[in-house]
């Protein structure tokens, strides 16, 4: 069992950064690969983001790409999202999210029905 909690959202101006963190209890977590997702007022979530279970490996949705790093440090669970260059678009609850399948990696790592685990979600609001 895996559990995830978010933190670091908050309100910031256009262009400015925030750093979002993702700590998870459980033993397996440093098999698992891990994603963060967003939902906007109105609009389904989305995916923004996804690393692979040794953090070698990532995934971008364009719309991030270039300003959102993904990172995970496994000496302390814990799983971030840098973003940089914010936009009054990223405005949405961010949640991260973790998956039990360990073997492999692709593209099916940018769905949301590959992850088992989903945390309450954090809020990040961008002024213009």
């Known amino acids: 069992q895996v559990q995830l909690v978010e933190s670091g959202g908050g309100l910031v101006q256009a262009g400015g950064s925030l750093r979002l963190s993702c700590a998870a209890s459980g033993r397996t977590f440093r098999s698992y690969p891990m994603g963060w997702f967003r939902q906007a007022p109105g609009k389904e979530r989305e995916f923004v983001a996804a690393?692979?279970?040794?953090?070698?490996?990532?995934y971008y949705a364009d719309s991030v790409k270039g300003r959102f790093t993904i990172s995970r440090d496994g000496a302390k669970n814990t799983m971030y999202l840098q973003m940089n260059g914010l936009k009054p678009e990223d405005t949405a609850v961010y949640y991260c999210?973790?998956?039990?399948?360990?073997?492999?990696?692709?593209?099916?790592?940018?769905?949301?029905?590959?992850?088992?685990?989903w945390g309450q979600g954090t809020q990040v609001t961008v002024s213009s």
């Open positions: 999210a973790a998956s039990s399948q360990t073997t492999g990696w692709n593209q099916q790592f940018t769905a949301e029905h590959v992850y088992d685990y």
């Open positions: 690393i692979s279970w040794s953090g070698g490996r990532t």
